[in-house]
């Protein structure tokens, strides 16, 4: 009967070591690292996560001249396989003051907060707009068709109303209500001079209150018409 050897496991990760031995790898720098990938608050226990396997592992050496990683495997103590970590005994810079790094840290956590997306409530809809758009999902686009032709009708039918003289006689006091097409008050008190023309185009308009109606203008005192005038700036321009 033959025995086979257990695959030897990873081993706790001691926090001081007594060997001498330094990596070759280059250095590892606090202020490359991110902040919150480092642990300061007990400056005896100094840990951070090792660039190679991404764990946490402890700083040795911290009283002495050269701060190093403490040995350590690549995976979880006594669960994962004993495989040794190659930033093993990798020195570390301290180029940073622990009152640095816990600025920061907190400058950090800020920043994460505000990124962090807010939650957007819907907006709330009252009983009578969830009846009509349910109604319009139910009776469809042919039924809708119907009902926008017979609000047109009744539209119309204001509209002839409004236009139909009222029976009876006129007031007998008061001014009389134009009937023909109002025009404004500069262009009504202002005398017409015959036809204008604009400076630009040359479009040409036969009354003074038409030209208003269209939308002309003056520029430094000369006519203009809507589209000439509209590229202008709006301090430009002047009415009639």
Not at 82 to 103: G, Q, Y
Not at 145 to 166: C, F, H, K, N, S
Request: net charge positive; glycine share 6%; proline share 8%.
């Amino acid at each position: 009967m033959s025995i086979t050897a257990a695959m030897p496991t990873a081993k706790e990760r001691l926090r001081r070591t007594r060997t001498k031995r330094v990596s070759t790898l280059p250095a590892i720098k606090l202020s490359k690292l991110l902040p919150s990938h480092i642990d300061l608050r007990d400056p005896l226990k100094a840990v951070l996560v090792c660039e190679d396997c991404e764990t946490w592992v402890p700083i040795t050496g911290i009283q002495s001249k050269v701060q190093k990683l403490v040995p350590h495997h690549t995976g979880k103590a006594h669960v994962a396989a004993a495989l040794h970590c190659k930033s093993s005994n990798r020195r570390v810079e301290f180029d940073m003051t622990i009152p640095e790094w816990r600025h920061a840290l907190t400058d950090a956590g800020t920043e994460a907060s505000s990124r962090q997306a807010t939650t957007v409530l819907p907006k709330p809809v009252s009983p009578q707009t969830d009846k009509v758009l349910r109604g319009r999902d139910r009776r469809g686009p042919v039924t809708r068709r119907v009902e926008w032709a017979g609000v047109l009708y009744q539209v119309r039918q204001a509209d002839q109303r409004r236009r139909t003289m009222p029976e009876g006689a006129a007031p007998a006091e008061g001014p009389e209500v134009p009937l023909d097409r109002l025009v404004p008050r500069q262009v009504a008190d202002r005398p017409d001079g015959g036809p204008l023309t604009c400076e630009r185009c040359g479009a040409a308009e036969s009354s003074l209150a038409d030209a208003v109606d269209a939308g002309w203008c003056r520029i430094t005192r000369r006519s203009h018409c809507g589209r000439c005038a509209g590229r202008f700036p709006a301090w430009t321009r002047t009415s009639f």
